[in-house]
């Protein structure tokens, strides 16, 4: 039987504003532990929350941005549990009216747009930080004791949650890259998995292809990279795939997913259903947000980046147009084509040259002049040259001065060099290892300090060890 | 040379007059209060503790001292909500009822009893002992702000501030025979004050007579910033001075005045307040309330111990308080809150944990506030036709002590007349009314929302009619 892969993805997002959800401590790492805190985020008696305006303004926009419908009226609620890690007793978080509802977001395939929906997004304040000292787990079954920062409680988060609506871990990765990128622009938080500002939890279930049921599902936590939910996902499917197929029954569970081996390992289950006795926060009034408030911030939305996708690809390809969207490139790409820079080669040279560099900070006009003289001038001149790219004031009319080394005769006694000293790779080109075209290169290249160009030296590799056969 | 101060007699309005003539230092003033508790306050242990005269920072060199009940938080004071889960707990930041206070130039004299977590009706739920009743101390001086207010009574404050839920404030002012505002929910910040039902609770002022409970309201009340729950007075706090009620129609709700337990002489000294109130040129008209009354209670205690379930979450022994080791969490919590909370905190969690759970939420809580929304709406539809609402506020006077305390249902039905307008937002004012049995009666009156200069000018007015005198004839 074939089955088909049913994942919904639930993100949490740490927005940063400049103070936290419901008190005016600092929101941020960088103080030492317990310094940024208060009456308010250690849940003193007495002391009261006090929403954060901004924080609400940019789940409005990054719900208008995943396409959902903004509530009129939205309200905070209380859910009840213990853990050392919640001061209140409780977490505040909008539960039965979000903010953000029914939305969707498109992700451009080769065989078209995939739709995902978005179910949800909601406002919601973070536990602290716990740290469990001793025991084997690293969690609080077992530990000596546990250490409890906290800095990060009550900092704003966003939670969205997807509908069952990814058929495949790459579906996951690239809607998750168009989720980063549209958050990153929207300037709301920097949505680094790495240091937790974006993190994703995934319900994964399978079905026979060509059916529309919802199995059981299990909830696998703790991937700290794109790239981990993706082999979370894909493990967990040929896990449920093996189960079925020997005659078993999924059940459900969660699982913490181990990046270094690739292995699942589930939770301790709990010995009772969880009841969080949801109720409406009355220490706050529910969130009714204008409707002129939601229009500016409509007005304010970028373009999305799927829609952008799609225009690239008409003189790109899909995947080339998807790295340049996701990287954050494709304004920067746009510009240095509008000033007169060969498509494709733009395309590379950004999507391979200038990724991590602040685009807004790069001269189109001068990348193009850059692009264009690429093969032209001296490869060690290029190299230093988009290294400096997006300093201030940066100029290419320097660079372009310089010329590669062309002239055949003067490359050659290199190229003849370079043969002698490494007669065993000669042999072995010889022999067939025609890989090895790419090393003589880089040895000419080398001992013309970057000089040579690069494309005429690979030619005249080739023809003299064509010749000499 | 200072005056002789009588603080038996001497009201809030009277005290700073006399500081403002210097006749008296704000110093003085504070010195004679605690003498007066030093002598008055081992029989009736209306306060945890008290507090030295501290030189405050204003120009005028201060004003008149204040008692707050302990469930208000007061920087660098110990405030423990009359619980032992908070014995020894120092708040870090004031209340900002207290900061307003201390801003207003009151030195505060002491934190006063509590039932503990504000639950109860005659301050023996406090973990730390009753209060007596300044007029026979043999009875409880009601609850939960009975320290507050057999305090007032006793001469042991000049005012204080009280929290009220379902009748904190109220009832002890009734049972002690003072003046005592619960305000429009909304009107005074709850910041800094121990939570019981986030969505009842109210901080208000207890007072020898109406025109300082107006007086001490104008201090603390107002948008705060810290509680979002707050708005801005939609007129300023007049001190009342009308002495006529011409014009004024007084609705008497049937079911909140021939209610089952209304005790004879509790109705007839309501029913000789009214009448004096047509002298004053009222007009008097019977009205109903009849699903307010007949559901009031029941809800009540479905909506605030499910908040109060929630609320009281936050004592699990990792931050402050009391703290009861254990080798896991888990236990470390249950220890703790096993060791930490009396009787009725407990009975109020779990009544309120259940009324919260899924499968009950709808049944319960859900179902209450649907019925809190129809009882806002009977009384609006009373205030169509009536200025104010008159009723006794209490069904009884003082009770014994342990008189009730072995039978919680007994003592709910203590809140029965001025738990309905709590669950409206509704303001309500305690002026006393006469006595039964040599024990004070309070009339309660309710008002719309924001109504508040209304009941001081009716409460003032009946108040100078009435010639009620506030000092227990024991103390006179």
């Not at chain 1, 993706?230 to 569970?253: H, K, L, M, T």
């Not at chain 2, 930041?93 to 801003?103: G, I, Y």
Request: charged letters at 25%.
């Amino acid at each position: 039987m074939s089955w088909q892969p049913v994942v919904g993805l639930e993100i949490h997002v740490q927005l940063k504003t400049r103070t936290k959800m419901f008190c005016r401590c600092a929101n941020g790492y960088g103080g030492g532990e317990n310094t940024q805190v208060c009456p308010v985020c250690l849940g003193y008696p007495g002391a009261l929350p006090v929403p954060n305006r901004t924080a609400i303004e940019w789940t409005l926009k990054l719900g208008l941005a995943l396409g959902c419908a903004i509530a009129p009226r939205a309200v905070f609620a209380r859910k009840n549990y213990f853990y050392p890690d919640l001061p209140k007793g409780y977490q505040i978080s909008q539960y039965d009216l979000p903010s953000c509802v029914n939305g969707r977001v498109l992700v451009p395939r080769g065989d078209g747009d995939h739709e995902i929906g978005i179910v949800r997004a909601h406002l919601e304040e973070d536990a602290a930080k716990t740290t469990h000292v001793g025991g084997r787990t690293g969690r609080i079954g077992g530990a000596e004791h546990s250490l409890v920062d906290f800095n990060r409680g009550g900092t704003p988060l966003v939670e969205i949650v997807t509908g069952p609506h990814v058929h495949s871990s790459e579906d996951a990765r690239r809607f998750l890259q168009l989720l980063r990128q549209t958050i990153v622009e929207l300037g709301i938080s920097d949505a680094e998995m790495e240091k937790g500002t974006l993190r994703v939890d995934a319900n994964v279930s399978v079905r026979p292809e060509g059916s529309d049921e919802l199995r059981t599902r299990c909830e696998l936590k703790n991937m700290n990279s794109f790239r981990f939910v993706a082999q979370g996902i894909d493990a967990e499917v040929a896990r449920q795939i093996a189960v079925y197929e020997s005659g078993g029954e999924v059940v459900q569970e969660t699982y913490d997913f181990d990046a270094a081996t690739g292995a699942l390992t589930a939770r301790r289950s709990k010995e009772e259903a969880d009841d969080y006795r949801y109720f409406p926060e009355p220490d706050l009034v529910p969130v009714e947000p204008p409707a002129e408030l939601v229009e500016r911030l409509r007005a304010e939305l970028p373009e999305p980046p799927a829609a952008r996708i799609r225009r690239l690809e008409a003189e790109l390809d899909l995947d080339r147009a998807t790295v340049l969207v996701t990287g954050g490139l494709d304004r920067l790409y746009e510009a240095t084509v509008a000033a007169g820079a060969d498509s494709v080669a733009a395309a590379n040279v950004i999507a391979n040259r200038l990724a991590g560099v602040d685009a807004r900070a790069v001269d189109a006009a001068e990348l193009a002049q850059l692009v264009e003289a690429r093969d032209r001038i001296p490869r060690g001149a290029l190299d230093e040259a988009l290294g400096k790219v997006a300093e201030p004031g940066f100029s290419a009319a320097p660079y372009l001065e310089q010329e590669a080394v062309s002239d055949t005769a003067e490359l050659e006694p290199i190229v003849a060099r370079v043969f002698a000293a490494h007669p065993g790779q000669v042999a072995a080109y010889r022999g067939g290892k025609e890989g090895l075209l790419g090393f003589f290169v880089g040895q000419v290249m080398k001992e013309t300090g970057g000089q040579a160009n690069p494309r005429v030296v690979s030619e005249l590799v080739r023809e003299q060890l064509a010749d000499e056969s | 040379m200072s005056a002789v101060v009588d603080t038996l007699r001497l009201t809030a309005e009277e005290a700073n007059g006399l500081l403002a003539r210097r006749e008296v230092t704000a110093a003085e003033l504070h010195e004679a209060y605690l003498a007066a508790i030093a002598e008055r306050d081992p029989e009736l242990h209306c306060y945890l503790r008290t507090l030295p005269y501290e030189a405050g920072e204003e120009p005028n060199g201060g004003g008149v001292p204040i008692a707050l009940k302990d469930v208000i938080s007061t920087k660098g004071v110990e405030t423990t909500a009359g619980s032992r889960m908070l014995e020894g707990y120092v708040p870090v930041f004031d209340a900002t009822v207290a900061e307003r206070c201390r801003a207003a130039g009151l030195s505060v004299l002491g934190k006063t009893n509590t039932d503990e977590f504000a639950m109860g009706s005659s301050t023996e739920n406090s973990a730390f002992g009753p209060s007596r009743n300044p007029w026979d101390p043999e009875r409880v001086p009601g609850g939960s702000g009975g320290g507050s207010a057999a305090a007032v009574s006793a001469g042991l404050a000049p005012w204080a501030l009280g929290s009220d839920t379902g009748g904190s404030i109220k009832q002890p002012s009734a049972l002690c025979g003072n003046v005592g505002l619960r305000p429009t929910y909304g009107t005074v910040s709850r910041y800094g004050v121990v939570a019981f039902a986030s969505s009842l609770d109210q901080i208000g002022p207890v007072a020898r007579n109406v025109r300082d409970c107006a007086l001490l309201l104008s201090i603390i009340a107002g948008k705060d910033e810290c509680d979002s729950t707050t708005v801005e007075l939609p007129e300023p706090v007049r001190l009342p001075e009308r002495e006529d009620l011409t014009g004024l129609r007084i609705g008497v709700p049937k079911e909140m005045n021939e209610a089952e337990g209304i005790e004879p002489g509790v109705a007839a000294a309501v029913a000789r307040a009214l009448e004096l109130a047509r002298e004053l040129g009222a007009e008097v008209g019977d009205c109903e309330l009849p699903r307010s009354v007949e559901y009031g209670l029941a809800c009540y205690y479905l909506i605030a111990p499910a908040e109060a379930s929630s609320n009281l979450a936050r004592y699990d022994g990792v931050r402050y308080g009391l703290r009861v080791d254990a080798d896991r969490f888990s236990e470390m919590v249950e220890r703790t809150r096993d060791a930490g909370f009396g009787d009725e905190p407990k009975r109020r969690i779990m009544l309120g944990t259940y009324a919260l759970s899924a499968g009950y939420y709808d049944a319960f809580y859900g179902q209450a506030q649907k019925v809190r929304t129809v009882i806002a709406r009977e009384h609006a539809a009373a205030f169509e036709q009536f200025d104010v609402l008159v009723s006794p506020t209490s069904p009884t006077v003082a009770f014994k002590l342990g008189e009730k305390a072995a039978n919680p249902l007994a003592m709910y039905l203590s809140d029965l007349l001025t738990i309905p307008s709590c669950m409206a937002g509704l303001p309500g004012l305690n002026v006393p009314c006469g006595l039964s049995e040599g024990l004070p009666v309070g009339l309660q009156l309710i008002g719309p929302q924001f109504s508040e200069n209304r009941l001081f000018e009716v409460g003032h007015a009946l108040e100078r009619a009435l010639g009620f005198d506030p000092v227990p004839e024991r103390l006179r």
